[in-house]
């Protein structure tokens, strides 16, 4: 009898679209072996050039993380299986670790000690009668009652990002009546955004996220105090905000602000109400809880940039954040509260299209660099830097077409194709993105399948690589450099700055 591996979704487009692959071997390292030889498109994205396995994959056995055994080494027997869990995008004095141990912040591993703030009775704030109409729901349950009510209004929540997990998140913890909810964001609302962040509406297209949030918020329930921040969160600001408030509910999207929310909350002792999505499988947890582990007990390193796609690369089911957003602001409740078990050391996955979860067991790592025995990260640090994520160049460039020798922009491309040069424009996207909008006469190869499509490029004509904002292609671009080609272009700025500067009757995604 065989083994099974699941394939995580991200990884999908190595394993031709299969979510599970049948392997054989007597160990975890033969089984992984025999996947990237019937895959071997997998192989860079599960191992290093020195053939030790990525940091950031981790394996399950059966739902055991293995990764503190000789993972590889781990034997099988017929029938086990293994899980991938990659990481996934869609994130003064007293900043040291000794913040944690404080008694009136950070939380245990049992709900009812998990308590943030230890208040009296007499402490809490009052309901007015309007309150006690409102939460009439919670005040007639005897697990609630009105002395849980209050504590929730003397709760407070920070959400990083008022985006599609921001969303769900900050309107239930405003309809359910805590008493201060911090929303830190500097976007304004775009059309994309409306298929899953309902926090926003058509007529706020425009405005700044924090406004629209705010007022619905507002509308939702005046008796919260929304306090909006109007800026990235950075290492600079990031525990000045976090001490402010008793859990942290991460709803970003990127790899570096995710990275500084986890290592912000075990500086300041405060949980993590964790989140994330990709196309139809979310994960959430509990991380940065006294005695919990955090997100880099999991994943001590993020993934090199570019082999994980974000959100807005990958796409995103609109309902998914809302099942993972209102997971959050029900693990932020109930540490708030300290009822129930709440999800630390469990990390949970959901998958949309077979509507079910998986919980995997999480183990607090003592070798942790941020929340072990010796932490090495006892300030924050350059989080774009750690993921790396390189500064733009400085470059001088040159006037009005402000592109490098690598780059084309779309109107010399226009000029180009109409003066009849002979070259290829290669869109990299994925075939429904192609379905959308296009360089009329451009060939279709995507990323994933170039590095064993690529032979049929022709030699002798100069490509131009694009894709939607010009990330993609240029990784194209690098790609086709490796196996030989030299007379290449990435179009800067994608198909969208195409229909902005050339084509606006195409329509934009
Ligand atoms: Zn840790």
Redesign the pocket.
Known sequence: MANTIHIPTPLRPFTDKKESVEVNGATVGDLLKDLTTRHDGLRKHLYAEDGRLRNFVNVYLNDEDIRYLQKEQTPVKPGDSLSIVPSVAGGAPGTTTDARTKADVGADLVGADLKVRPYTTDELPELSPDEIKRYSRHLIMPEMGMDKQRQLKAGSVLCIGAGGLGSPAAMYLAAAGIGRLGIVDFDVVDFSNLQRQLLHGTSDVGRSKNESAKSRLNDLNPHVQVDTYETLLNSQNALDLFRDYDVILDGTDNFPTRYLV?DAC?LTGKPNAYGSIFRFEGQASV??TKGG??????Y?EPPPPGLVPSCAEGGVLGVLPGIIGVIQATEAIKVILGIGEPLVGRFLIYDALKMRFRELKLR??PD?????TH?TVTKLIDYEQFCGIQPEPQTVQPKGGAVNEWEITSVELKRRMDAGDRLLVLDVREPNEYQINRIAGSALIPLGELPRRYQELPKDREIITQCKVGARSQRALEFLRTVGFTDLKNLKGGILDWIDKVDPSQPKY
Do not use: Q
Request: aromatic residues 10%; contains cysteine.
């Open positions: 986890n075990v991380f940065a582990p955090c997100y880099r007990c999991l001590p607090k790592d942790c660099p941020a929340c072990g932490p």
